[in-house]
């Protein structure tokens, strides 16, 4: 079981992490997915866009290097979030919402990857590593500390990719306002 719990947490860190970064990068289509779907303010749903975003990259890294009673914490965390994610997303199904919700940043059509489907599976797999977290010992420190250096320092080179690129476009932008 302690073997299924490792895993279980790196697949939300993986899915929690990605979903941070990619809206770290391009944050616009999950804010106007926000603003179109509950009617707020364009101000506010940009604040929350951005701070939910590295609100799940933090999760994401504080569920590999959480211990005990923390990592309870954050488990249950993960799980209530993925299950306002769902029901939010149910809400926005019925009031005729099909676009998009910018979850993954632009993701191209056809290739949505939160439906019903992923949303329930994400939201009982939650529930699974909470039940996991109350119900059995986990692996010992040193596997969640060596996964944990490596995701790390896979999303640090992430966003660091992403600083590179936002400073080039703005070079560009830049050079391209002057020549006019």
Known sequence: MAIIHYLLDMYLAIVLGTSGISKIDNPTYFIIAFRVQYKIPSKFAS??????????LLL?????????????????????????????????????????????????????????????????????????TIWTKPLPWKYYLISGIIVTVFACWL??????????????????????
């Open 47 to 56: 604040l929350i866009g951005k701070v939910f975003s590295w609100g799940e």
């Open 60 to 132: 994401s890294i504080m569920l590999l290097y959480s211990i005990n009673n923390m990592k309870l914490l954050v488990t249950v965390t993960i799980f209530f979030l993925f299950f306002l994610f769902l029901a939010f997303h149910m809400i926005a199904q019925a009031r005729g919402f099909t676009q998009n919700c910018g979850c993954y940043g632009n993701v191209p059509e056809g290739h949505e990857y939160t439906n019903y489907g992923t949303l329930f599976l994400q939201t009982l797999l939650a529930g699974g590593a909470v039940a996991l």
């Open 159 to 180: 966003l660091w990719i992403i600083w590179q690129r936002r400073i080039f476009l703005k070079k560009q932008q830049g050079s391209y306002s002057s020549s006019l």
